[in-house]
């Protein structure tokens, strides 16, 4: 591939900014100063360095981000703060976007990606992908519930949900309040809130903790993220 695709795909810059590092002699292949932005080179085998500092080939990113409350699933945004306003500027790249969304005031587990297929992928809702929550509902959660979301249930008075699973963690009779976990295989717009509202109670918490095989890793700080790791990213792939 020539050497300022490479350098772009990587992330070092648009192709424009690299192809000036290029000429400006920044760039070695194997220990040789290339100025040429057409120069081959193998991404796999050609050791290239950048101000002498190694360059490992990497094309598709995926991080694991822990979403907080306040901020949006979007790119862009003139007002709110977005998932990837979260980013350092060195980890920040233009074609990375969220996979699905999480309502601005939910929490977990947020894949960020720039593999369109992998999305796609997921978000299909021929494919199903599980995604799992943990909420605090105001009101009691019954088994009557548990039945209700098993069948399925009316939504917003239209809309018909697939089967759900719903498992009720705790019940606080005294502050009339429950805490549950509520697996989903699509994703209609506020699922979670409107299933429980469908039950006559109200959701004044939520967390995604799951997406396909894929959890919410305990160590990783709300509002932080890090690349999945080779394991993950299979997990998540389904290999
Ligand atoms: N269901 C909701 O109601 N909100 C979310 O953010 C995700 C699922």
């Known amino acids: 591939m020539r050497l300022d695709k490479f350098l772009a795909d990587v992330g070092l810059g648009s192709r424009k900014e690299v192809k000036v590092f290029i000429k400006k002699g920044q760039v070695q292949v194997n220990g040789e100063t290339i100025k040429s932005d057409k120069f081959q080179v193998k991404e796999k085998l050609d050791q290239i360095t950048f101000e002498g500092e190694k360059i490992t080939y990497q094309k598709d990113f ?4 822990n979403k907080p409350q306040g901020v949006i699933s979007a790119t862009q945004d003139n007002y709110d703060e977005t998932v990837l306003d979260l980013f350092s ?4 790249r233009e074609d990375l976007f969220p996979v ?6 939910t929490e977990g587990l947020l894949l960020i990606t720039n593999d369109g297929v992998l999305s796609h992928q997921l978000l299909s809702p021929k494919k199903h992908v599980e995604k799992e929550y943990y909420a605090h509902v105001a009101g009691i959660m019954t088994n009557e519930d548990i039945t209700a979301f098993e069948a399925g249930v009316i939504i917003s008075g239209e809309e018909q949900t697939l089967p759900a699973k719903l498992t009720i963690v705790s019940v606080d009779e ?3 309040t429950s805490e549950i976990k509520l697996i989903l295989h699509e994703g209609k717009f506020h699922q979670v809130k409107r299933m429980v509202a469908a039950v006559g109670k109200e959701v004044t918490y939520l967390k995604r903790i799951r997406m396909g095989n894929l959890y919410l890793p305990e160590d990783i700080e709300l509002g932080s993220y890090r690349q999945l790791t080779e394991e993950e990213l ?3 792939k389904g290999e």
């Open 62 to 65: 995926y991080y694991l981000l």
């Open 89 to 92: 500027d060195e980890e920040y």
């Open 100 to 105: 699905g969304r999480l309502d601005k005031d």
């Open 174 to 176: 005294a502050m009339h």
């Open 234 to 236: 299979g997990k998540i």
